[in-house]
Every structure is written in structure tokens, then in C-alpha cells.
């Protein structure tokens, strides 16, 4: 005979389990009044208040708001963006006007001048003539090389983490590491490559290597082969095993296997996780360029120390619909990739 | 240490192709899932081991390829007896055929094949996936004789049918010339009619190449029709060892049904 008592020795009642019990509910109150003085000490209350009031502001109700107001002069500087790229020839080298830059002309431009009279030592207003060569594309072109550039920092810093991570997750994927111990060695770089902060590190690479892209994609590199380090061993871990015990089974060595019966299997996870940092490092690319980390950061960060928010404009939709564009064929690629 | 390179091994042509003697296994946790288990397979014989759920078949299978060590007795393959120093060699003379067919899913039809031969093969081979042209022709050559046809040959393995995947999973075990091919419960997963086909098949190549097989069923009217010889199991001990003739009621009685016979 069975014992009719259950599992914690109580005689089963015909009765469902209650789903949640009361201690949930206590944890769940002590977490929202932590969150809640969070809140408070992070000042969070303002984004209420002043989204509050932009919107307000935006239907009538209230004559201005503090964010109407910012966001109002900020687009007001912004636009209209900066395409065009005017500049005295005066100041361009080597300048020669029967070889000028294809679509281009030059323009006469009356420029005004204070300058002070050293007889009556009054600032008088002197105008003369200058000559300016205007491209207009100019300075779209020069965001969109930026922007070239920046891609071109993300994909090689992609690569270069796909390399370093492809044996960090060998050795850190337990089924297939030689030694435990380089598997706990191997975790641990992986854990600390993906806890560096790339804006950061760029920083101090940035002093080791200069301004510049090389900065910007060793700062890259680092982070990106401690994310992929991680998910390329958790999903080796995590593959079908019965396809590798049948080449065990038959003599095969390790590499063959990883080879054979692992890479085919994880790979369309691999493509996607190099899909989503390759996406991540063109925006991380933006942003450590703000540091000196090349591309177009770089030209963000002078442009807007300027207070040149028109041509800011410029490299914010550049980047913007860079972002969007190359989201779709990402999209694209991985649809293709997983059928 | 013996030394099988000399003329025991020449002589091993006309023993068994495969032998155990006096096998047991206790798992880690004090489970013996096979006591004293003795019994030969001859070359070219189609030998089932017919057991219930749990009675230790899958166990049996696993010790011939090192899948699963050996707690005590000895196996031997072509006289060659088993362990852990030549396991890399015996490997190569031993195929397996398994119930989930085991294949790689997102290779085609013929690089699952030849993956057959990756004991073989250099590992510059395997990165490439690119096998010499006579390993080509011979997957070519199996594919056919399993009953596929060239339009399967660089299809997706997971595209295929289950009955198609195990004839896949066929191929791949004669690619290497085995002497010996474990098929663990090889149609489990597949409807009756197939199931007929894939024993059929089974028995046949091996047959056509000399090679022995010991396929483990659970059920005796295949065991019955597909077996030259049949060893039962019962919680891991052999309680019958012959031909499918002499297969009695009393035998089945006792292996599937789990209270002994009364003495
Ligand atoms: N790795 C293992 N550890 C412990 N016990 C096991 C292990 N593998 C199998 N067993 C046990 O050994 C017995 C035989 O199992 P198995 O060989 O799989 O039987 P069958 O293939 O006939 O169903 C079962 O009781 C099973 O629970
Ligand atoms: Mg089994």
C-alpha cells in the first residue's frame, strides 16, 4: 500500500494550490517602496512633471513649458540642417580655380568687418569682398564619409571580436574545454571583456593609441568578444548532443566534432548574436567617437563644443537613418539566415 | 598486454565478430544494469537483443564503442579485446545506428554520409567539409543503396522523412566497412511499414558486407521475423539466448511482465 500522506507528510486536500502566497506579496511591497525611494533620490518625479507640463503647454493650457522651451530652441537651431559646405578660398590651400572640386562654384560674398580706426580709435564698418567656394553637398558628404567610417570602425571591431571570441568560447564551453581550470580561466575573461564599458575604455585606449579610430574599435573589440565569448560557449554548451555522440561514437576527434556536429547546428544562433553586436557597435561607434574614438562622434562632439547645432542636425539624421537602413537588412539577413 | 597485430588477430577471421564475456555494469549510484552477460556474434549474423524498457539493452550497446565503461568481464571486437588504450582503433570497425537517428540537421544528405569516414579523415578535412573524390563516390554509391535518390543527396538532412533520416543515418554507419554495426532500437520512431523497411535494409547491407549487427527491439514479433539469433534480457541478465524459433511464451511471460515466475 502507497502512504496517503502527500509529499510534505500533510494528508492531500482536494483543494488547488494557491498560485502565490503571502510572502510574494510582502517581497513585492518591499521592492515598490525601495523602488520608490530610488525614484525619489533620482529626482525621477521631474519626468512626470515636466512631460507634464510640455504637454499641457502643447494643448493650451498653459502658456510654456521648461522642456517646450529647450526642445523648441534646440530644433529652432537645428533647423534647417547644413548640407552645404561654404569656404573662402583664402583659406584653402594650394587653391586653384581652374581645378575646382566637381559640383562646386565660387561665389563673391560682401563681408562685413569691424574694424578699429587707429586714426579716430572708433570701430568703423568695412566692407570688402570676399570669395567663397561653395559645395552644395559639401558638408553632407563629409557626414556621410564620417558615417563610412564609423560602420567601417563597427565591422572591423566585429571581426576582430568574432576572432578573439571564436577560442574564448571553445575553452569556455564545458563539454569541450581541455581543463577545468582553463575553463574557469577562460570564463573569467569573458565576464571581465563584456564588464568593460566601451566609452570608457576607449577613453584610456585613446591615450595608449592617439585619437582616432584605432581607439575606437580596440574599445569595441574588447567588449564585443566578452559578449560573444559568453552567448558562442553558452550555445556550443547548449547544442543537440546526439549528433556529436554519433561521431564519438565512430572515432572522431574533438575538432572534427565541434567542427561537424556543433558549428552547423549553432550557427544561425551565432549569426544573430553577431547581427545584434555588429547593429550595437555601429551606434557604440557614434558614441565613442565622442571621446576621440574616430568616425562620426568625433564630428558630433567638435560640432556641437561649437555650438554648430545645424550641422549637429546634419550628422543626427545621418546616423539616424543609417541606423534605421541598416536595421532592415540585418533583419533581412537573419530572416534569410534561420529558414 | 597481449599483442592483437600478430597472428590472434588473423586467427579472430573465423571467431566472432563480436564477443562478451562475463559483462557487467553498475552505474556511479550502485545500479547494476547488467550482471554476468556472456554471448558471441558471428560475422555477418543479424543478432537482436530483445529486452523491455529499462532491462539494460541501450547499456549493452554503448560498452562496444567506450560510450559507456565497462565495470567488469570483457568485449571484444574481431578478437581485438576492448580498452581505453586501443578504443581509437577498435572505433573505426564499429558503427552505430541510433534510435533518433542522430544526424546532423543542417548538413546535407552527403555531408552527413561521409561524416562516416571522419575517423579517417585529417582534421583540415573536417574544417573544409571537403572529402577526397573515392569518399564522394562511395556516399553516392550508399545513398543509392539505401533507396534514396539523387535528389535527396544535398537536401537538408531535416527535411527528410524519419524512415528517410535513418536510411541517411544507414548510410553513414557502412561508410566506414565496419565489422560490426549497434543499431539501438533503430525504428522505435518510425510507423510499422517503415519499420519493416528499415530492418529489411539493415539486415540486408550488412548482410551483402559481412559485417554483424546486434540491434536491440522491444518487440518480439520483429525480434521474431528479423532476428537469425535473439538474446533476451531481463533486468539485466540474459535469459534466453537461441534462435527466433525457440522463443517461447514463457520467456516473453518473463520479460514483460516484472513479477518473476513463481518458483
Ligand atoms: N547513466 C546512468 N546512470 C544510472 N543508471 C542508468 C544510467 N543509464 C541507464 N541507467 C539504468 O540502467 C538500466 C538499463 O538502462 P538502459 O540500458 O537504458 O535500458 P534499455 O535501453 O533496455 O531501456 C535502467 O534501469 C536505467 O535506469
Ligand atoms: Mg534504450
Known amino acids: 500500500m502507497k502512504s496517503v500522506l502527500g509529499r510534505r507528510g500533510v494528508a492531500p486536500s482536494w483543494s ?17 517602496v525601495i523602488m520608490g525611494d530610488s525614484a525619489h533620490r533620482l529626482g525621477l518625479e521631474r519626468i512626470f512633471i515636466q512631460t507634464g507640463e510640455a504637454i499641457a503647454a502643447s494643448v ?30 583664402t583659406r584653402i590651400e594650394n587653391f586653384d580655380e581652374a581645378r575646382l572640386p566637381p559640383f562646386s562654384h565660387l ?25 567663397v567656394l561653395v559645395e552644395p553637398a559639401g558638408y553632407l558628404l563629409y ?25 574564448l568560447a571553445y575553452l569556455s564551453a564545458r563539454n569541450y574545454t581541455p581543463h577545468f581550470v582553463i575553463y574557469g580561466a577562460a570564463r573569467g575573461v569573458v565576464s571581465f571583456f563584456r564588464s568593460m564599458p566601451e566609452l570608457i575604455t576607449a577613453l584610456f585606449l585613446v591615450i595608449a593609441f592617439g585619437f582616432g579610430p ?14 560573444l565569448g559568453k552567448f558562442y560557449a553558452d550555445d556550443i554548451e547548449a547544442a543537440d548532443k546526439r549528433p556529436q555522440e554519433a561521431l564519438q561514437a565512430i572515432g572522431a576527434g574533438q575538432l572534427s566534432i565541434l567542427r561537424l556536429a556543433v558549428i552547423p547546428q549553432v550557427l544561425p544562433s551565432f549569426t544573430a548574436q553577431t547581427l545584434y553586436l555588429l547593429d550595437r557597435n555601429i551606434r557604440m561607434a557614434a558614441v565613442v567617437g565622442l571621446v576621440g ?47 | 598486454m597481449r599483442d592483437f597485430n600478430s597472428c590472434e588477430d588473423r586467427l579472430a577471421i573465423d571467431g566472432p565478430a563480436l564477443s562478451f564475456t562475463g559483462v557487467s555494469k553498475a552505474f556511479g549510484d550502485g545500479h547494476q544494469a547488467l550482471a554476468d552477460v556472456s554471448f558471441d556474434v558471428a560475422p555477418g549474423e543479424f543478432c537482436v537483443v530483445l529486452g523491455a524498457s529499462g532491462s539494460g539493452k541501450t547499456t549493452l550497446l554503448r560498452m562496444v564503442n567506450g560510450l559507456v565503461d565497462v565495470s567488469g568481464g570483457e568485449i571484444a571486437v574481431t578478437g581485438e579485446r576492448l580498452s581505453t588504450a586501443n578504443m581509437a582503433r577498435v572505433r573505426r570497425k564499429i558503427a552505430m545506428i541510433h534510435q533518433q537517428f542522430n544526424l546532423i540537421e543542417r548538413l546535407s544528405v552527403a555531408q552527413n554520409v561521409m561524416a562516416g569516414t571522419l575517423a579517417q579523415q585529417t ?68 510507423d510499422p511499414k517503415i519499420a519493416h523497411d528499415v530492418l529489411g535494409l539493415i539486415r540486408e ?59
Open chain 1, 143 to 167: 557626414v556621410l564619409t564620417k558615417m563610412v567610417e564609423t560602420i567601417e570602425i563597427a565591422i572591423w571591431a566585429t571581426i576582430f571580436a568574432i576572432v578573439m571570441s571564436l577560442p
Open chain 1, 16 to 32: 488547488v494550490q494557491r498560485p502565490f502566497g503571502w510572502r510574494t506579496l510582502i517581497g513585492l511591497v518591499i521592492i515598490l
Open chain 1, 214 to 227: 584605432v581607439a575606437g574599435i580596440l574599445a569595441l573589440t574588447l567588449h564585443g568578444a566578452g559578449f
Open chain 1, 293 to 339: 574614438g574616430g568616425g562620426i562622434g568625433q564630428e558630433l562632439k567638435g560640432r556641437y563644443d561649437l555650438f554648430e547645432y545645424d550641422r549637429v542636425g546634419t550628422i543626427l539624421l545621418v546616423l539616424f537613418i543609417t541606423v534605421v537602413g541598416l536595421d532592415q537588412i540585418a533583419s533581412r539577413i537573419r530572416r534569410h539566415l534561420l529558414s
Open chain 2, 123 to 190: 582534421v583540415w578535412r573536417a574544417m573544409i567539409k571537403l572529402y577526397p573524390r573515392s569518399v564522394q563516390n562511395k556516399a553516392l554509391e550508399l545513398i543509392k543503396r539505401v533507396g534514396l535518390g539523387a535528389d535527396h543527396v544535398n537536401r537538408r538532412a531535416a527535411r527528410l522523412s524519419g524512415g528517410q533520416q535513418q536510411r541517411v543515418a544507414i548510410a553513414r554507419a557502412l561508410m566506414c566497412d565496419p565489422a560490426v554495426i549497434l543499431a539501438d532500437e533503430p525504428v522505435a520512431s518510425l
Open chain 2, 205 to 263: 547491407a550488412a548482410r551483402e558486407r559481412g559485417a554483424a549487427v546486434l540491434c536491440s527491439l522491444h518487440q518480439p514479433d520483429l525480434a521474431r521475423q528479423y532476428g537469425d539469433r535473439i538474446v533476451a534480457l531481463h533486468q539485466g541478465v540474459v535469459v534466453f539466448n537461441g534462435p527466433p524459433s525457440a522463443l517461447s511464451g514463457d520467456v516473453l511471460h518473463q520479460i514483460y511482465h516484472m513479477s518473476a515466475p513463481a518458483a
Open chain 1, 60 to 89: 493650451g493650457l498653459q502658456e510654456r513649458s521648461q522642456l517646450g522651451d529647450a526642445v523648441g530652441r534646440i530644433t529652432g537651431e537645428m533647423f534647417p540642417i547644413t548640407i552645404e559646405e561654404r569656404k573662402p578660398v
Open chain 1, 107 to 131: 561665389e563673391s560674398v560682401d563681408v562685413q568687418e569691424q574694424v578699429l580706426n587707429s586714426d579716430t580709435l572708433q570701430l568703423e564698418t568695412v566692407t570688402h569682398t570676399q570669395r
